[in-house]
């Protein structure tokens, strides 16, 4: 893909051809790609010599353009959420993500606990601070816990769009997981039978507003 008028790339599949704890050579096509790493991907690597594929941000400079790679979505979400802090940049952002695994990270974020960024080697107060500053609220939502209250909401904003039926829902929701059972039919009937039950009630509010 392009942006901005050059060349983006976003995944790599070719054979790894070496190997460092910070840096990979993935041969495709006959061309040789370096890309840099965390530890975390590093571990997770085959052995030289055979395929592998990553996910890749292409970090574009004046003087250069750089490939990060990643082995999960995970990985490369929270390298971008740690790209956004001021002063981080990519080198740093591979450190804070070599130093504790993804979900671990996460979490620690989340919790806004300053102190266990700074056992990462390289990652000192101030830096850790600032992390937990600019990227908490995010963390938050990237966490299990996160997640979970994200999905709740949408459940619950979906019952409140399919709602308005009052008692007659759990007959609504009864129909709905009865197998083979004519759910549109039963739908109708109930909805039709709620909104003409409230309809003289309707009526006689309107006739005393009136009157």
């Known amino acids: 893909m392009r942006g901005a008028g050059r060349l983006v790339i976003a995944s790599l599949a070719g054979t790894l051809v070496e190997k460092t704890p910070d840096r990979l050579l993935i041969e495709v096509g006959g061309v040789g790609y370096a890309v840099h790493v965390s530890l975390q991907t590093f571990t997770g690597l085959p052995p030289t010599g055979t395929a592998v594929r990553l996910l890749v941000h292409t970090e574009v400079r004046e003087d250069a353009i750089e490939l990060v790679g990643f082995a ?26 070599s130093g504790l695994p993804v979900r671990e990270l996460v979490a620690v974020m989340a919790a806004g606990d300053a102190a266990r960024l700074q056992t990462i080697p390289g990652v000192g107060k101030r830096l850790a601070e600032r992390i937990i500053v600019e990227c908490r609220e995010e963390a938050i939502k990237l966490s299990p816990r996160g997640r979970d209250a994200a999905a709740a909401g949408r459940a619950r904003g979906h019952a409140a769009g399919a709602g308005g039926l009052g008692p007659h829902e759990p007959r609504l929701q009864a129909a709905r997981r009865r197998p083979g059972g004519p759910e549109g039919q039963c739908v109708r009937h109930v909805t039709r039978r709620h909104h003409s039950r409230r309809a003289p009630a309707l009526e006689r509010v309107n006739r005393g507003r009136s009157g």
Not at 73 to 96: A, I, N, Q, Y
């Open 72 to 97: 999960s979505v995970s990985e490369r979400t929270l390298f971008h959420l740690l790209r956004k802090v001021k002063g981080l940049g990519p080198k740093t952002c591979l450190t804070v993500l």
